[in-house]
């Protein structure tokens, strides 16, 4: 397991290389991927976000512990919608594809809207790793950050 994940991780770190080193570009199969992603998370279907990752795939939240699993995943954004969470846009800026694996990297922006509260938003970046599941790309691994410094503790 430890060899199939540093082959992936070789894998990733070298096509992001390769891509640097012939500027960045993005696949227009991944970029369409990731409008559909907004879109589902945008109309409020945690449901529909969820499918577009493996079955065994891990979310990374920021100052959360990893989330496995799809329907955990999906637990996990439909408590982002109920608290507000919508309008997401994300926007690729290098993705490659190499055999059965693929990486996208962007940024994100953000609307929250709370029950109670000040409306919000936040600007951040992602990096995701696909892999081909028959002839769908799911997202496998997924990190993400705001751009904004961290809320003041009291």
Same mark, same amino acid.
């Given at each position: 397991m430890t060899r199939r994940i540093a082959a992936i991780a070789a894998s990733v770190l070298l096509s992001a290389a390769v891509v640097i080193g012939q500027g960045a570009k993005t696949d227009p199969v991944l %970029?369409? #991927?990731?409008?559909? =992603? %907004?879109? &589902?998370f945008s109309a409020g279907s945690a449901a529909k976000v969820a499918m577009h990752y493996t079955t065994? &795939?891990? #979310?990374? $939240?920021?100052? /959360?512990?990893?989330? %496995?699993?799809?329907? @955990?995943i999906q637990a996990w954004f439909q408590k982002q919608i109920d608290g507000g969470a919508g309008n997401l846009k #994300?926007? $690729?800026? /290098? %993705?490659? *594809?190499?055999g059965d694996l693929a990486f996208e990297a962007g940024t994100y922006t953000i609307s929250i809207k709370p029950k109670s509260g000040p409306p919000v938003s936040d600007t951040g970046k992602y990096v995701v790793v696909m892999?081909? /599941?028959? &002839?769908?790309?799911? *997202? +496998?691994?997924?990190? =993400? @950050? +705001?751009d904004l410094p961290p809320a003041a503790t009291k």
């Open positions: %970029s369409k #991927l990731a409008a559909d =992603f %907004s879109a &589902a065994d &795939a891990t #979310l990374m $939240p920021p100052n /959360e512990a990893a989330v %496995s699993g799809r329907s @955990n #994300l926007q $690729p800026k /290098e %993705s490659r *594809i190499a892999k081909k /599941e028959g &002839a769908d790309w799911k *997202i +496998s691994h997924d990190v =993400f @950050n +705001s």
